[in-house]
């Protein structure tokens, strides 16, 4: 007999997908109590996964949808590209897993498996293309087992939504979770994205699995990150290469290869590129009208951010810094390209750029300025 008594539930158009879900989240947001879960805040979450498969998903891949909640993903996945994914929705939930059978029904789909298990039961059974992990908070511990279970090129997509350690709120609970220091500075989105890249890529060297990140990003309230995996200890010593620290001091970054002296510092951390341009690009060129305004906004700024160095300064500490008002963010970089120095805004906030100018240069031609 259903759980599910329908006035409890809407049904709404996601992108191109019609979706049931509960009532309460539907219209209030997230936050609100429903057995199943469903947050509308997320729609740029599942909007990037759809472009993602658009783009580096090949013709029947077998994608897990792990912790399926309503089912969105996995069932825009296999509305909203024409690969035919093999595609296994899962959630332990008794009540999840019948609104993601009603979803799959709606939509008049065959061929996917819709599940009611534990993902740590369910991962041993079979072998993935792509498994992504969207958990209520930190998806760590379903990362060893995950990985293991992925093919050749794979990839692993994970949503971590525990911001606040991670960025510095809760330093025990980021050293506990994530073996690492956060440091909770005007750079802290950037710094606890790296912390989580560099924890993930760190724990899958011990198996020998080499992690790389082709889109990592901050939005609003969560992190997202897609991986690439490839097999083998010199590509996972590779990666190992890119891990370091980052130190604060007297306003200025800068990456350190050992444990920084200073007070002031996170890590271990990833230091390499979060993204792949090509690939954002190609993205942003997949986006269709159905998606959400957020949705472009991020894929323009993540298509115009620089990749290096692994920091970004902020308007207002430099202003402070230098005892002016605090320039426009677009101002600074106007100024730093003007006079050479490679520069761009960055997704994390509007306040912030990233240069490849070095720290005196820039105090220089900033000082003064309005
Ligand atoms: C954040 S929600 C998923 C949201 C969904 N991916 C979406 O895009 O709307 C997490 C889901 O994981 C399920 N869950 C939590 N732990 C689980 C586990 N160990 N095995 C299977 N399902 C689990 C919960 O029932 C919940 O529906």
Redesign the pocket.
Known sequence: MSTISNPDFNTITEGKTKLLVPQATANLGPGTKSS????PA?VT??DVSVLYARCRAKKGWRVL??????G??GVRLAVETDLDLNIHI????TE?FEVISKNIEMNNLEGITATQ????SLLPTEKFDWI?I???GSPVNYVDPAVQRLSKGGTLSVTATDTAPLCGTYVKACKRRYMARPMNSSCKHETGLRILVGNIIRRVAVMEIALTPELAYYQGHYFRCYFSAEKGAKPADRQLEKIGYLELKGGEYSIRTDLPKGKRWAGPLWLGDLMKKRLVKRMLAAVDKAMSKDTVHLLECLEEELLQPPYHYHTDDLAKLLKMEPLKTRKAVEILCEKGSKASLVHYTTKGYRTEADFDKMKTLFSGRK
């Open positions: 199943v879960f469903y947050n997320m979450n599942r949808d792990g912790l399926g909640g309503t969105a993903r899962n959630d332990r939930s999840a298990l534990e993902l740590f992504d969207d958990p209520y």
